[in-house]
């Protein structure tokens, strides 16, 4: 099992790893008590904020990421106003192969960016996110947009979910219990890492009929010396 100490200087070394962070890694701070991990400092973009986030996270050991960190966005010198914003991230969902632009609404508020609506798939809610990400202003992204998908048998539903964690090469299928309520999915067990927790809930999502995913998989370090 890894000391605090150890999964730090990892956090610290994967966030100066990484090309989106590699130029304001002296801005990031990173502390750790008893496996979670908190980053702090400021950026000035809010991909930069979730690019160290996602470096956390692929740290093994690393039970929950806390994220503390200031988005200066709008403070810097190419500033960019709200009806801006909101233009930009009309035309960067329009252009998305993978997201109905249509069926969703934009609010942007000093820079903070509210997303609404349905959609089908979940998929295509992560997908309108990730557009907008690196778009110049946008401080903070809340996403309120909802899934509705198809009917689907439940039945069905935890087969195909049991077959795509057998056939994923990063998710322990053996490790994972899998329960159906109506759309609703419920994943319990014990993973290696928070990547590993993270792809499961992704796996999980990709099957057709899943509004939502409970996702309460354990971090259990001890299973990487198995």
Same mark, same amino acid.
């Given at each position: 099992?890894?000391?605090?100490?150890?999964?730090?200087?990892?956090?610290?070394?994967?966030?100066?790893?990484?090309?989106?962070?590699?130029?304001?890694?002296?801005?990031?701070?990173?502390?750790?008590?008893?496996?979670?991990?908190?980053?702090?400092?400021?950026?000035?973009?809010?991909?930069?904020?979730?690019?160290?986030?996602?470096?956390?996270?692929?740290?093994?050991?690393?039970?929950?990421?806390?994220?503390?960190?200031?988005?200066?966005?709008? &403070?810097?010198?190419?500033?960019?106003?709200?009806?801006?914003?909101?233009?930009?991230?009309?035309?960067?969902?329009?252009?998305?192969?993978?997201?109905?632009?249509?069926?969703?609404?934009?609010?942007?508020?000093?820079?903070?960016?509210?997303?609404?609506?349905?959609?089908?798939?979940?998929? &295509?809610?992560?997908?309108?996110?990730?557009?907008?990400?690196?778009?110049?202003?946008?401080?903070?992204?809340?996403?309120?947009?909802?899934?509705?998908?198809?009917?689907?048998?439940?039945?069905?539903?935890?087969?195909?979910?049991?077959?795509?964690?057998?056939?994923?090469?990063?998710?322990?299928?053996?490790?994972?219990?899998?329960?159906?309520?109506?759309?609703?999915? &419920?994943?319990?067990?014990?993973?290696?890492?928070?990547?590993?927790?993270?792809?499961?809930?992704?796996?999980?999502?990709?099957?057709?009929?899943?509004?939502?995913?409970?996702?309460?998989?354990?971090?259990?370090?001890?299973?990487?010396?198995?």
């Amino acid at each position: 099992m890894k000391s605090d100490i150890q999964i730090r200087e990892d956090v610290l070394e994967e966030i100066r790893w990484d090309p989106q962070l590699t130029k304001i890694a002296p801005q990031i701070g990173v502390s750790v008590k008893d496996e979670v991990v908190t980053l702090s400092g400021s950026v000035d973009y809010y991909y930069q904020r979730v690019a160290a986030e996602n470096a956390a996270q692929r740290i093994a050991g690393v039970k929950v990421v806390a994220v503390d960190i200031n988005v200066k966005g709008g &403070e810097t010198a190419d500033a960019t106003t709200d009806s801006t914003i909101a233009l930009a991230i009309r035309n960067a969902l329009t252009w998305h192969s993978g997201v109905n632009e249509d069926m969703i609404d934009i609010k942007v508020d000093n820079g903070w960016v509210y997303l609404d609506g349905s959609v089908q798939w979940d998929y &295509e809610r992560k997908a309108a996110e990730r557009a907008i990400e690196n778009l110049k202003g946008v401080k903070g992204i809340i996403n309120r947009v909802k899934v509705k998908p198809k009917n689907a048998e439940p039945s069905d539903i935890k087969k195909k979910i049991s077959a795509a964690f057998h056939r994923s090469a990063t998710v322990d299928a053996a490790n994972i219990s899998v329960s159906v309520n109506g759309n609703e999915v &419920e994943l319990t067990g014990r993973v290696r890492s928070w990547a590993e927790r993270q792809q499961a809930e992704e796996v999980a999502l990709r099957i057709p009929g899943i509004a939502t995913v409970r996702n309460r998989l354990e971090i259990d370090s001890e299973i990487l010396a198995d």
